[in-house]
Structure formats: structure tokens, C-alpha cells
Antibody
Framework: QLQLQESGPGLVKPSETLSLTCTVS??????????WGWIRQPPGKGLEWIGS???????YYNPSLKSRVTISVDTSKNQFSLKLSSVTAADTAVYYC???????????????WGQGTTVTVSS | DIQMTQSPSSLSASVGDRVTITCRAS??????LNWYQQKPGKAPKLLIY???SLQSGVPSRFSGSGSGTDFTLTISSLQPEDFATYYC????????FGQGTRLEIK
């Protein structure tokens, strides 16, 4: 059974870079044609897609965050990572990694999620 | 960018009620529309994909319809475990979620 687990610092200072890793277990990150994704949810607010990465390294990002986001993949460790630079209090959120449902070669909604990790931006 | 707008933003209903939530896209997204349920402190759960396909394991009281720009999620007979927040999401282009609909007990 595929499982995803986010990890990283729970507290980041303003103007610094937030770094999170998603470890995939129960399957290989490069065995299937998925765009693995990052989604976040500020306290009491809705879901925001951050960006996604293919196992080959191809990425696409939310235009509103694109200038600050880098997503990378390490197939040898079965992990993909998120870096968000120049963070402010507005970046405080629960961060989720997720994998989409693929049907006939097309990705649809995210059907496998990590449990989420809370990141607080504060000095 | 494609914007997703849900209505209503909150809804009160009783067990056994039939409930409909709507989602509108700012431009046509064909049938690339997905619905999620989220309970407090938990990750979202995929309910419906491709506008009307029921995800494996999801009760049949949940259904989705629509194409183009207008979509609906219907719960035919509310159960106690259905009180949660629901989100639509388009996967036609760069992904985007609706703002959510909070379904509360009347």
C-alpha cells in the first residue's frame, strides 16, 4: 500500500527558505507516470496547490507562487522535495504531499495523501 | 489561470437530507473536475473524479455531474459521517481548488 510521509522543520524564520521532503513507501516514485504534488492549507482556510513534479524532474507550479517555489525529485531515495523561499507569516500552513489518481494515462484528483506537516513562520 | 467558485460557502442540513453543492469554473474545463471531503485535522479524501466517476470505496450516495464550467456534487441522503468540508478542484490545467463548502448539522 502506497504511503507518503512529509518531513522537515516545523518552524521557519521570516525571509528564510522552507524545506520539506516527502518520502514515498510501498511503491517506487519512478515506476509509474504520476505528477507528484505539494498542497498546503493555512489555518482555518482552504486548500492551495503549490506545484507538482514528474519522476523525470519535469515540474509545473502555481503561478502565484512560482517565483519562490522549487520542487525536486530524488529517485534513489524515493523522495521529492519542496523549497519555498522568502517566507512570511502568510506561508504558515499544513503542507501535504500527494499523488494523483491516474486513469488511462491521465492524472485526475489526488487520491493518496501524506498526513500533513505543520509549518509555522515566526521569528 | 482558471478560477474555481463554489456555492454555498456553508450549508446546514439534517441527517437524511439531499444536499447539492455547486462549483463553477472561470472557463471550460471539460470534465476535469474532482471533489474532495475533508474532516478536521485530516487530509482530504478524493470522492469523485472526472466530474462523475466515483472513487473506489466511496459510498454510492455521493454523485457528481456536469461538464464545461458548471458542476454539482450531490449527497442523496446525508449520514452523520458526511458532515465535513467539501472542495472541488480542476485538473484541466495548473491545478486549482474551490474555496470550500462547510456542511454543518442543522
Amino acid at each position: 500500500q502506497l504511503q507518503l510521509q512529509e518531513s522537515g522543520p516545523g518552524l521557519v524564520k521570516p525571509s528564510e527558505t522552507l524545506s520539506l521532503t516527502c518520502t514515498v513507501s510501498g511503491g517506487s516514485i519512478s515506476s509509474s507516470s504520476y505528477y507528484w504534488g505539494w498542497i498546503r492549507q493555512p489555518p482555518g482556510k482552504g486548500l492551495e496547490w503549490i506545484g507538482s513534479i514528474y519522476y523525470s524532474g519535469s515540474t509545473y507550479y502555481n503561478p502565484s507562487l512560482k517565483s519562490r517555489v522549487t520542487i525536486s525529485v530524488d529517485t534513489s531515495k524515493n523522495q521529492f522535495s519542496l523549497k519555498l523561499s522568502s517566507v512570511t507569516a502568510a506561508d504558515t500552513a499544513v503542507y501535504y504531499c500527494a499523488r494523483p489518481l491516474a486513469v488511462a494515462g491521465t492524472d485526475y484528483g489526488m487520491d493518496v495523501w501524506g498526513q500533513g506537516t505543520t509549518v509555522t513562520v515566526s521569528s | 489561470d482558471i478560477q474555481m467558485t463554489q456555492s454555498p460557502s456553508s450549508l446546514s442540513a439534517s441527517v437524511g437530507d439531499r444536499v447539492t453543492i455547486t462549483c463553477r469554473a472561470s472557463q471550460s474545463i471539460s470534465s476535469y473536475l474532482n471533489w474532495y471531503q475533508q474532516k478536521p485535522g485530516k487530509a482530504p479524501k478524493l470522492l469523485i473524479y472526472a466530474a462523475s466517476s466515483l472513487q473506489s470505496g466511496v459510498p454510492s450516495r455521493f454523485s457528481g455531474s456536469g461538464s464545461g464550467t458548471d458542476f454539482t456534487l450531490t449527497i442523496s441522503s446525508l449520514q452523520p459521517e458526511d458532515f465535513a468540508t467539501y472542495y472541488c478542484q480542476q485538473s484541466y490545467s495548473t491545478l486549482a481548488f474551490g474555496q470550500g463548502t462547510r456542511l454543518e448539522i442543522k
